[in-house]
Structure formats: structure tokens, C-alpha cells
T-cell receptor
Framework: AQSVTQLGSHVSVSEGALVLLRCNYS??????LFWYVQYPNQGLQLLLK??????LVKGINGFEAEFKKSETSFHLTKPSAHMSDAAEYFC????????????FGSGTRLLVRP | DSGVTQTPKHLITATGQRVTLRCSPR?????VYWYQQSLDQGLQFLIQ???????AKGNILERFSAQQFPDLHSELNLSSLELGDSALYFC????????????FGSGTRLTVV
């Protein structure tokens, strides 16, 4: 079965600083990986996804993630944090069975300091 | 607006009661997924329907049930409610399967008192 682990339940950065949110996955087959963002009192919004092909994936709002098979990682980065990036971020992996349901990590809350 | 509509947005009910949460998927999407989000359990997959048929079950209690109708909207029924059922319930939809990601609704916040 597939699973993901997000390291750090809270990450705090200064406005303008690099954002790095960590995600490691476990999968016996080539995974499909996702990052979602959840703003307060809202649903989850897809930031980016990796299925096949290029390992560096660009998403919305300036975020990107790199699939590293050797490290079983899919970390999310953004060069310069903005106050509006404050939210909860979830990494997910697709369950490779007939459902292809997404298995989510426990989430990382990003705090952006002025 | 994501295109996935969930109603109601908020629901407050007493223990022992039964409620129905409704989800209209994005136009053209055949798959509907239900998730429960709570502080202690995180995002837990409950159940998936594809074109009217149940495809996968997750950590869904026997007190809970769901169905997807011919017009593809889905309902999640929660009965004999307990305080611990208080959570955010999300519906998500995808065209076929979740391999390319879901589109989430804004959720229903259920409070059991």
C-alpha cells in the first residue's frame, strides 16, 4: 500500500524567504504524487502533481516540487514566501488499485512572518 | 468556485440523530470521493463511487452510508451520531479515477452536540 509522511506539522518562514515543505512517500510501484493547499475554512486546492515524465513539476502560485526516486521524496518549494501563502499543505499519493484514491499526509501548516 | 458543490455548509445536530450531506460533482466527473477531516485523524478516506457504483471503501463506520444517483450527485448519510463524528466532511470529484487529482468541494462542517 502507498503512504506519505510529511515532516514537520508546522513550518514558519519570514516573508521573502525560501519555503521548503517535506514529503516522503512509500510505494511499491511508480507513484503518482500530489500537493494540495487548504486555506482556512476552505476545501483543498490542487497545487501540482507528478505522474510521469519530468521530475521537476511546476504548480500554481509559484510553487514547484521535485520527484526524487532515490530519496523517495517529493518536497514542495517556493523561492520567496508571501503572506498569502500561509495555509495548510497536504502531500498525497495515489493508491494504485482500482480506486486510485488519494492517501493524504497529516499536513504541514505554513506560517509566514512579516 | 471549484465546481464541486456541497450542502449544507454547516450543520449542528444532537447525538443520536441522522443527517444527510449532499455533493454535486464537477460537470462531467464520474467519480465522487468522500473524506472526513478531523484534528486528531487528519484526512481520512471514507468511500468512493464511480458512475453510480461503489468502487472503494475506506475507514467508514457502519453507521455511515453513501450512494451516488443517476445524475451523479452523491449523498453521505450519517446516523446515530456521536460527539466524535464532529468533523469537516469533504466531497471530491474526478473525471474517471483519482490519478490526475481531485477537485474538492468546500466541505460540510458537522457539529454534534
Amino acid at each position: 500500500a502507498q503512504s506519505v509522511t510529511q515532516l514537520g506539522s508546522h513550518v514558519s518562514v519570514s516573508e521573502g524567504a525560501l519555503v521548503l515543505l517535506r514529503c516522503n512517500y512509500s510505494s511499491s510501484v511508480p507513484p503518482y504524487l500530489f500537493w494540495y493547499v487548504q486555506y482556512p475554512n476552505q476545501g483543498l486546492q490542487l497545487l501540482l502533481k507528478y505522474t510521469t515524465g519530468a521530475t521537476l513539476v511546476k504548480g500554481i502560485n509559484g510553487f514547484e516540487a521535485e520527484f526524487k526516486k532515490s530519496e523517495t521524496s517529493f518536497h514542495l518549494t517556493k523561492p520567496s514566501a508571501h503572506m498569502s501563502d500561509a495555509a495548510e499543505y497536504f502531500c498525497a499519493v495515489s493508491q494504485m488499485d482500482s480506486s486510485y484514491k488519494l492517501i493524504f499526509g497529516s499536513g504541514t501548516r505554513l506560517l509566514v512572518r512579516p | 468556485d471549484s465546481g464541486v458543490t456541497q450542502t449544507p455548509k454547516h450543520l449542528i445536530t444532537a447525538t443520536g440523530q441522522r443527517v444527510t450531506l449532499r455533493c454535486s460533482p464537477r460537470s462531467g466527473d464520474l467519480s465522487v470521493y468522500w473524506y472526513q477531516q478531523s484534528l486528531d485523524q487528519g484526512l481520512q478516506f471514507l468511500i468512493q463511487y464511480y458512475n453510480g457504483e461503489e468502487r472503494a471503501k475506506g475507514n467508514i463506520l457502519e453507521r455511515f452510508s453513501a450512494q451516488q444517483f443517476p445524475d451523479l450527485h452523491s449523498e453521505l448519510n450519517l446516523s446515530s451520531l456521536e460527539l466524535g463524528d464532529s468533523a469537516l466532511y469533504f466531497c471530491a470529484s474526478s473525471p474517471l479515477d483519482g490519478n490526475y487529482g481531485y477537485t474538492f468541494g468546500s466541505g460540510t462542517r458537522l457539529t454534534v452536540v
